[in-house]
């Protein structure tokens, strides 16, 4: 018997719709969730680093750090990542991650314990811990160098202010776990989507909600880069909206799927979404993984190299232990692997490291102990604050996220 021809891999399909609008009728006008009137993406005039730093949180609890660098030897690039740090962070499964952007010094971790704990990546120590959830945390990110966003089970979205750490805001509306938050490049409005099947928008910085809209489901929600377009994902189905919440797009994959993420071309201005054109067409595949990839990141370091000035790094973690640093083209073979010996990866998220001299975009350019004096002396102070007190504060902070 002849042997059978192999079974050609299953490919994502791909509609256009450029003429379906997501159902917002039935919200009053003040409350449907357009977008173009809220604010520019700001200009990016933060310095390109030359080095990077890997954050990497798991199921066991394991905190992992490395540290990359590229060399450029024999007219060739070689990537190079290293372990840091390796320890238990939490006392139950480490669920997001994140770091501050543009050189920042913090680090954020999320666990199933509903503690978010801060740590300085520069001195590599721990500041403390925030409790202000009664839910495992689902979504950290710092929408800038000086706030941090958290989510959590609770149904609740808490602003920190990272000077001292004390709570800005508590934003409630969701009936259930926030399952995804996305700060819009502007940094003035965020939308999540949440297990009571409704998309939000909150105005942060007023610190209120200021529209909703029930969603069939939504586990993942991301705006581009541009701020122009956003993606709803759920199951293996990807939506792609514009800030009228027109759908373009649907992107259905063989697969279910666990992360999405934006970033800019290097050689242009053009956006890639790992599946992204107008209309989306595929452009290439990150390979290496055995098992389930959980999450994806990006980050452009500058070159050291007389052709390439710069290039975006993607990482992404996988339930099969392994931390893959891809270079973004067309064919994405990982440029470097850290194996962690099977612990199960759930989160990373990828922050700057040294800066080259010269390596700038823009005329910003960031120097060593940059910070305030202020900032270097925090420590446990506001990280700890009492049930009461956070009550005393309750008017102040909170939004009731009403339609």
């Known amino acids: 018997m002849a042997p059978m021809a192999p079974r050609p891999p299953k490919k994502a399909k791909i509609s256009t719709k450029s003429s379906d609008t997501k159902d917002v009728s039935s919200l009053p006008t003040e409350s449907k969730p357009s977008l173009k009137s809220k604010g520019k993406q700001k200009a990016d005039n933060s310095p390109i680093p030359s080095t990077f730093k890997i954050v990497a949180g798991s199921y066991e609890k394991l905190l992992y750090g490395l540290e990359g660098h590229v060399t450029y030897e024999d007219e060739k690039l070689e990537y190079h990542i290293k372990p840091i740090f390796i320890f238990p962070a939490h006392v139950s499964c480490i669920k997001a991650v994140a770091a501050s952007p543009n050189g920042g ?57 990272a000077r001292d750490w004390a709570v800005l805001r508590a934003l409630r509306g969701h009936k259930g776990r926030v399952n995804s938050v996305a700060v819009h490049p502007s940094s003035k409005v965020a939308l999540s989507v949440g297990k009571d099947r409704t998309l939000r928008m909150w105005d942060l910085m007023r610190g209120r909600g200021v529209a909703s809209t029930k969603w069939a489901k939504g586990e993942i929600v991301r705006w581009s880069v541009s701020g122009k377009l956003l993606v709803v994902q759920s199951g293996s189905t990807l939506d792609i909206y514009d800030t009228d919440m027109t759908l373009l797009h649907t992107i259905a994959h063989p697969s279910r799927l666990h992360d999405v993420k934006f970033c800019k071309r290097v050689d242009s201005d053009d956006e890639i979404f790992w599946l992204a054109e107008h209309p989306p067409k595929i452009i290439g595949a990150m390979v290496g993984h055995s098992n389930r990839v959980k999450a994806v990141q990006t980050l452009s370091i500058a070159l050291p190299s007389p052709t390439h000035k710069s290039t975006t790094i993607a990482c992404t973690v996988s339930s099969d232990g392994k931390i893959h640093d891809s270079e973004e083209f067309q064919e994405l073979q990982p440029v470097a692997i850290y194996d962690s010996k099977g612990t199960r990866l759930t989160c990373v998220t990828v922050a700057d490291g040294d800066v080259m001299e010269n390596a700038t975009i823009g005329k910003r350019k960031r120097k060593d102990g940059e910070e305030s004096d202020e900032e270097e002396e925090e420590g446990w102070q506001g990280l700890q604050v009492a049930d009461e007190e956070e009550e005393e504060n309750g008017n102040e902070e909170d939004s009731d996220g009403s339609d």
């Open 105 to 161: 010094k913090w680090l954020a971790t999320g666990s199933a314990d509903e503690i978010v704990k801060v740590w300085d990546l520069r001195r590599k120590k721990e500041i403390g811990g925030l409790m202000h959830h009664e839910g495992s945390i689902t979504h950290l990110s710092f929408p800038s160098r000086s706030h941090l966003l958290s989510a959590s089970e609770d149904g609740t979205l808490c602003l920190f202010r």
